[in-house]
């Protein structure tokens, strides 16, 4: 590892010194990708001259062992397990910042929502989801933009499906696709029974027009009259948009926007990422399962995570965490779940290797 380490901080002083060079100065977008590589390994480059120092300093103190008698000794023994026990938790951290980064991480994100099984209650559960999502986004000042929605007459969501901008988000939601289960009792529930039910989360990082290139001719683009709130124009101009994939029977629609063309954008967004995690599936099976095995079916015995309104209990299955705070989290604050999800696969990872 001590070699690898060395290696990078071997290119650190490579790019700083290329930062000063006139010719990379003067040359706008050599500087901008040096600038970032350099930036990307500042905190490694510090982790590595921290652990190079503990290296150090346990070498000076084990020379204090051997050549020095009496206090000293036993002061320079007391500082050798101190630094011995600081020597793992170093090594671990550089381990984790060692590990391979996802390229998909400072992504974008397209954020589908789906109602599984449970009905209506199903439906309000997906809404809760997506108000779930749209808060911790809140929070973390990313943006979220509707693409294409359909709504309940009772305020839920049969399916939802948001365009999700900020720095990191994929990182942050690519743990969150599978099957949410909610246990509660319905409004419309008179006896005060529970009830499960369940929707459906996909989370697929945004494809650029340079991450996949479509075929016009591959594409069946169909116009109709959107039939959301949107004013006037509604159902009276052929402003939504429906994209069908021809080689892949992938089917898109928008009809969030007055404009054909900003829905037809969107759409086009959505249809890119869509193929993009397929292409990325056929490349890597064990890495990512395809599409419909990653959600699931919607069926109540599938789950990822299930949310008990009655205990106020939020628990991930796949990593056995139980958080009794449901209304905390349905107001998005999702750290806690977020980042022991990033921390138990970052680890199965480390097995791996």
């Known amino acids: 590892m001590l070699e690898k380490l060395l290696s990078i901080e071997e290119k650190h002083t490579d790019i700083t010194r290329a930062l000063a060079d006139p010719e990379v100065l003067s040359n706008t977008q050599a500087y901008m990708k040096y600038s970032k590589e350099q930036s990307d390994l500042i905190p490694i480059v510090e982790k590595i001259r921290e652990y190079k120092k503990l290296l150090s300093d346990m070498e000076g103190v084990e020379e204090m062992l051997r050549s020095g008698d009496g206090e ?3 002061l320079a023994q007391q500082e050798l397990e101190d630094l011995k026990k600081r020597k793992p938790i170093l090594e671990s951290e550089l381990k984790l910042m060692l ?6 991480d400072e992504k974008n994100v397209i954020l589908e929502i789906r109602a599984g099984t449970g009905g209506e209650e199903a439906a309000l559960f997906g809404a809760s989801l997506f108000r779930m999502y749209s808060k911790y986004a809140e929070s973390r000042k990313w943006k979220i933009e509707v693409i294409d929605s359909s709504p309940t007459g009772l305020g839920g969501l049969k399916e939802i499906i948001a365009n999700i901008t900020g720095k990191g988000a994929y990182s942050k939601l690519k743990f969150e696709s599978g099957v949410h289960r909610v246990q509660r009792v319905p409004v419309t529930e008179t006896s005060g029974r529970i009830h499960t039910s369940a929707a459906t989360v996909a989370v697929l990082p945004e494809a650029e027009e ?7 001719n591959d594409l069946r683009i169909d116009t109709f009259c959107s039939s959301g709130a949107g004013g006037q124009s509604v159902n009276t101009t052929y402003s939504a948009v429906r994209i069908t994939h021809t080689p892949t ?6 009809q969030d926007e007055r404009s054909q063309l900003k829905n037809r954008e969107k759409a086009l967004k959505v249809l890119r990422s869509r193929l993009l995690e397929l292409e990325i599936e056929k490349k890597d099976r064990d890495r990512a399962a395809d599409r419909k ?3 699931g079916s919607g069926d109540r015995s599938e789950r990822i995570r299930t949310y008990n309104y009655p205990q106020n209990r939020v628990t991930d299955h796949r990593i056995g965490l139980t958080l009794h705070k449901l209304d905390s989290v349905l107001e998005g604050a999702m750290d806690e779940l977020i980042d022991a ?8 990872y ?3 290797l």
């Open 99 to 104: 590990l391979p980064k996802d390229p998909r």
């Open 293 to 295: 095995t990653q959600v």
């Open 249 to 254: 029977g992938l089917v898109v629609q928008c």
């Open 72 to 74: 000293i000794k036993e």
């Open 210 to 216: 340079v991450d996949i290139k479509i075929d016009a």
């Open 350 to 352: 480390l097995k791996d």
């Open 341 to 348: 999800l990033n921390t138990h696969y970052q680890a199965e």
